[in-house]
């Protein structure tokens, strides 16, 4: 029989539940820290009028598209009745989609009237990537929050099983 605070879940026998929390912070992490990294990248790239692909135009802004990773676990949410699709099918955090940037036309806000510029259209203006520096600090902001709250659960996961294990043990 399997240790009393195992329990065992289709296709995977005898993980521990308790690690699904930890699971949860651990992606929070990963997807936070790709969308830090491609927030840094708008911020280094907010001038910069040619792309680095070859594609006509300036850099665009990009962003971190997330999804819910289901649990693998199985696990009934206690307490919780309904047939809300989110306590029937818990999940175990997120996931990176994909790094998409911003399509379509530039909006006018973005263009410069700067006719030396190497890369000035003929009526003179300069098509600026479309990143708004303030937004970019206000999603570094919320994603440096998200990152900590997740370092922090991930501590509190790590404390609160080493003073099970110092009460058991």
Do not use: C
């Amino acid at each position: 029989l399997p240790a009393p605070h195992r329990h065992r879940s289709a296709g995977r026998p005898g993980r521990l539940v308790a690690f699904a929390s930890l699971l949860t912070s651990a992606s929070g992490l990963s997807a936070q820290r790709a969308r830090l990294d491609v927030i840094a990248n708008n911020l280094a790239n907010a001038d910069t009028t040619r792309r680095g692909d070859g594609k006509p135009g300036p850099y665009r802004r990009q962003r971190v598209v997330f999804e819910p990773r289901h649990n693998p676990l199985r696990f009934n949410v206690p307490f919780v009745e309904g047939t809300d699709p989110m306590t029937q099918h818990p999940g175990t955090g997120v996931r990176v989609v994909e790094n998409s940037e911003n399509g379509g036309p530039i909006p006018g806000k973005y263009l410069r009237y700067e006719p030396g510029h190497i890369d000035a259209r003929r009526d003179g203006y300069v098509e600026m990537p479309d990143v708004d520096i303030a937004t970019e600090m206000v999603d570094m902001i919320d994603a440096t929050r998200a990152y900590e709250a997740n370092v922090t659960a991930i501590k509190d996961f790590r404390t609160m099983y080493s003073e099970a294990l110092r009460i058991v043990g």
